[in-house]
């Protein structure tokens, strides 16, 4: 039986305003005829309303950084969001066939890392964090791999290869950065086949204009 707690007497909770409508936009649930992707916006406000855009910068190479950017953008083409992922620094691996097979997760500076099968030994040890200088021990960036492509194996989450391919027939648009392309000597051979090219900073600056920018 649930136990519901209530507030002391004479208590106020803050307010945060409407849940359901932040600044200048309000949600789907407020807007039943919208489009699938179309921006929202208050009757009466002259917002735009046209078709959203997302931009992703993907600068991370370590496993556990290459997903978000990938599930994020696979969810806004399924709400017809129009999406271009650009690829920078250590991003780079994520798009380089010699490497994006092989990217590793390390505990290393990673204060999150828990371990779920922990709580079958005893009840609670899942959310304990591991001890960072479990990560320096030989071995333990490959075993922290191996789990982790197992976990996303089980949720039937593609590998980053096939993840690009997905986002690609889906309508992605893939950018390498022109300085990171030089910067790590990648030649164009090297590219995920879906890379639609390599662009500077200034042309990815351009071709977000007007998308909402999530940095990786």
């Not at 699938?36 to 959203?52: H, N, T, W």
């Not at 696979?74 to 798009?95: K, P, Q, R, S």
């Not at 079958?120 to 960036?141: C, D, F, I, K, Y």
């Not at 993840?163 to 992605?172: I, K």
Request: with cysteine; proline share 7%; glycine share 8%.
């Amino acid at each position: 039986m649930t136990t519901i707690t209530m507030p002391p007497e004479g208590f106020l909770m803050p307010d945060f305003g409407d849940r359901h409508r932040a600044a200048g936009s309000t949600s789907r649930a407020s807007s039943p005829d919208a489009a699938p992707g179309e921006a929202f916006a208050p009757a009466g406000d002259a917002a735009y309303r046209g078709p959203r855009k997302m931009a992703f910068i993907c600068s991370k190479g370590n496993l556990d950084m290459a997903y978000p950017a990938l599930i994020m953008g696979n969810a806004a083409l399924g709400e017809g969001v129009e999406v271009h992922i650009f690829f920078t620094f250590w991003g780079m691996d994520m798009i380089n066939t010699r490497t994006n097979d092989r990217l590793k997760f390390t505990l290393a500076g990673n204060t999150a890392m828990h371990m779920p099968d922990l709580g079958r030994v005893r009840p609670g040890l899942e959310h304990l964090s591991m001890p960072q200088a479990m990560g320096n021990l030989p071995g333990m960036t490959q075993f922290a791999t191996r789990m982790m492509k197992k976990q996303l194996e089980e949720l039937e989450i593609p590998t980053v290869p096939d993840f690009l391919d997905l986002l690609a027939a889906s309508g992605a648009h893939l950018y390498a950065c022109r300085l990171s392309y030089d910067m790590m000597k990648v030649i164009e051979a090297d590219l995920h086949p879906a890379v639609e090219g390599v662009i500077s900073a200034s042309d990815f600056i351009e071709i977000a204009d007007g998308a909402q920018v999530i940095f990786v």
